[in-house]
């Protein structure tokens, strides 16, 4: 068993230069032009999750102030989506910076009156992942606004002061160095709307 596992394992490796590796990520990019798409808890991120067709779409409104005081949960790669990330929620902000992710999906940093903070993160739609994903138009536009209201993002932050109320689905992030976060690591990620 563990010979046909190692001759499994070495074909894989040797195969690899030829056709472009062995890959067990449902989130590998089909061709080498594709950006690589995201991790950590990926599918729940962009709503392709089985659990998405639970979410609630009639937004609740919040403040960071509110999502800051829930207590912080661990999570890992493979935590389903939970129940308060079933919920669509509506919160006015100020967005003081904003950037590009490597998996090119655009990060924004939100504070509220008592500079209290979170991320809400843009998908981005240059991943067939997610352009295929039913609510494309909805990232698509958002991204729009903020090319539109706070310039063509990079991938330095950019610092700004624009007042937003921002509407997307709660998610449970993890500690990995991240700027902006709130106290918790909770996020509004994916945002579907930014007016």
């Not at 563990?2 to 067990?24: D, E, N, Q, T």
């Not at 998996?103 to 992942?129: F, G, N």
């Not at 993002?153 to 610092?159: A, I, L």
Request: glycine share 6%; aromatic share 8%; with cysteine.
């Amino acid at each position: 068993m563990a010979k046909k596992y190692l001759l499994g394992i070495g074909l894989c490796l040797l195969l690899a230069g030829f056709i472009g590796g062995c890959s067990k990520s449902s989130n590998a990019p089909s061709s080498s032009n594709e950006p690589e798409c995201g991790v950590e808890r990926w599918h729940v991120k962009i709503l392709t999750d089985a659990a998405s067709a639970s979410i609630i779409w009639n937004p609740v409104t919040t403040t960071i102030a509110e999502q800051n005081a829930f207590p912080k949960i661990s999570v890992s790669e493979d935590t389903t989506r939970m129940s308060f990330e079933e919920q669509s929620v509506t919160i006015a902000c100020t967005i003081v910076a904003f950037k590009r992710e490597d998996d090119k999906d655009i990060h924004l940093i939100l504070i509220d009156a008592s500079q209290d903070s979170m991320i809400a993160e843009v998908p981005s739609t240059d991943c067939a992942e997610v352009a295929a994903s039913a609510y494309a138009s909805d990232f698509i536009a958002a991204s729009q606004w903020v090319t539109a209201n706070l310039g063509t993002p990079t991938t330095d932050f950019k610092n700004v002061n624009k007042p937003a109320t921002v509407t997307g689905v709660l998610f449970q992030d993890f500690d990995h160095g991240q700027d902006g976060h709130a106290k918790n690591y909770r996020e509004i990620h994916p945002v579907t709307k930014i007016e």
